[in-house]
């Protein structure tokens, strides 16, 4: 079906606030992970999902992160007390193993952009 | 820990010509898996290529191919007939079963295509 979605794709937040992130994996993808992209670097790993587990969370930089996926679709990357370094663009990727557990390539989606004010 | 190199910040290529982008990477596994991401301007990041760590023979894909040396724990990338729909933001990434599904990237090489 279609690729992966994100919303909103922009986003400008007074610092203190809170923010949500949302992903549209594609239709039946298993795994689903967040990265976070500062401006001309490469992405770095938040968290990720199989199904709606949160297998690993070692990424996200602090308490003020946190995502869920509740039925093992949608997700959201909620950040609270928005600060001015979480600035950068937020990434979205699935993917579906189709045999050992690391044969998988991930399809990510257009991201969005998180301006801290 | 697992690190990924691109030791060229911009490259640029006249069209038509063939174009080389270097990356290594570190990691004490042996078996993962290699990637190459485009990211043009303000789009979003799309598949190149991928290589199987155990598998010896290079992955081609059309325009595109990698210089894969295990030992050396190098994989570049090569254009060739490069194109100005090419212009973008390459990133070399990796992914090892000990470090589960995560992709660690590697800062990135911009390349640019002059016509």
């Known amino acids: 079906g279609a690729g992966v979605s994100q919303s909103p794709r922009y986003k400008v937040a007074k610092r203190g606030q809170d923010v949500a992130l949302r992903c549209d994996p594609i239709s039946g993808h298993v795994s689903l992970f967040w990265y976070q992209q500062a401006l001309g670097q490469g992405p770095e790993f938040l968290t990720y999902?199989?199904?709606?587990?949160?297998?690993?969370k070692s990424g996200l930089p602090s308490d003020r992160f946190f995502a869920e996926r509740p039925e093992g679709s949608v997700s959201t990357l909620k950040i609270q007390r928005t600060q001015q370094e979480d600035s950068a663009v937020y990434l979205c990727?699935?993917?579906?193993?189709?045999?050992?557990?690391?044969?998988?390539?991930?399809?990510f989606g257009p991201g969005t952009r998180l301006l801290v004010l | 820990a697992q690190t990924v190199t691109q030791s060229q910040p911009e490259m640029s290529v006249q069209e038509a010509e063939t174009v080389t982008l270097s990356c290594t990477y570190d990691?004490?596994?042996?078996?993962?898996?290699l990637f190459w991401y485009k990211q043009p301007p303000s789009r979003q990041m799309i598949l190149v290529i991928r290589q199987e760590a155990y598998k010896q023979q290079n992955a081609t894909e059309n325009r595109f191919s990698v210089n894969f040396q295990k030992a050396a724990k190098s994989f570049s990338l090569k254009i060739s007939d490069s194109q100005l729909g090419d212009t973008a933001m390459y990133f070399c990434?990796?992914?090892?079963?000990?470090?589960?599904?995560?992709?660690?990237f590697g800062a990135g090489t911009i390349l640019r295509v002059k016509s």
């Open positions: 990691t004490s596994e042996n078996n993962y898996y």
């Open positions: 990727a699935s993917s579906n193993p189709p045999g050992r557990r690391y044969q998988e390539t991930q399809y």
């Open positions: 990434a990796f992914m090892t079963e000990e470090y589960g599904n995560k992709l660690v």
């Open positions: 999902f199989q199904n709606e587990a949160q297998l690993d």
